[in-house]
Nanobody, 122 residues
Framework: QVQLVESGGGLVQAGDSLRLSCAAS????????MAWFRQAPGKERELVSS????????HYSDSVKGRFAISRDNAKNTVYLQMNSLKPEDTAVYYC???????????????WGQGTQVTVSS
């Protein structure tokens, strides 16, 4: 059984930083593209960032480029999202996901975590 378990969310002030973690089990972690999506109330789900199996290729949405950094540790089956200079508009539930590049970039990865809430106050 595949499990993706996010942690690290919380309530912070604008300008603060947070690091999200996603621990994976039940899959060959190093074979999957890993991604972070987010969904704010009343908005569509957005692909925030993704990383190749080796970590050599990364993708960021324009809204977070330069502020967020994705990384992975294949020895620990964990993917991270370092979020700096947080803004109120970053407030959302953040989801970890795993699949191929095609499915991730299309917004339909097969495996999803349960989500972690990030709230940024102004």
């Amino acid at each position: 059984q595949v499990q993706l378990v996010e942690s690290g969310g919380g309530l912070v002030q604008a300008g603060d930083s947070l690091r999200l973690s996603c621990a994976a089990s039940g899959l060959t972690f190093g074979s999957y593209v890993m991604a972070w999506f987010r969904q704010a109330p009343g908005k569509e789900r957005e692909l925030v960032s993704s990383i190749s199996w080796s970590g050599g290729n990364t993708h960021y949405s324009d809204s977070v480029k330069g502020r967020f950094a994705i990384s992975r540790d294949n020895a620990k089956n964990t993917v991270y999202l370092q979020m700096n200079s947080l803004k109120p508009e970053d407030t959302a539930v953040y989801y970890c996901a795993a699949d191929t590049w095609g499915n991730v970039l299309a917004g339909r990865p097969y495996y999803w975590g349960q989500g972690t809430q990030v709230t940024v106050s102004s």
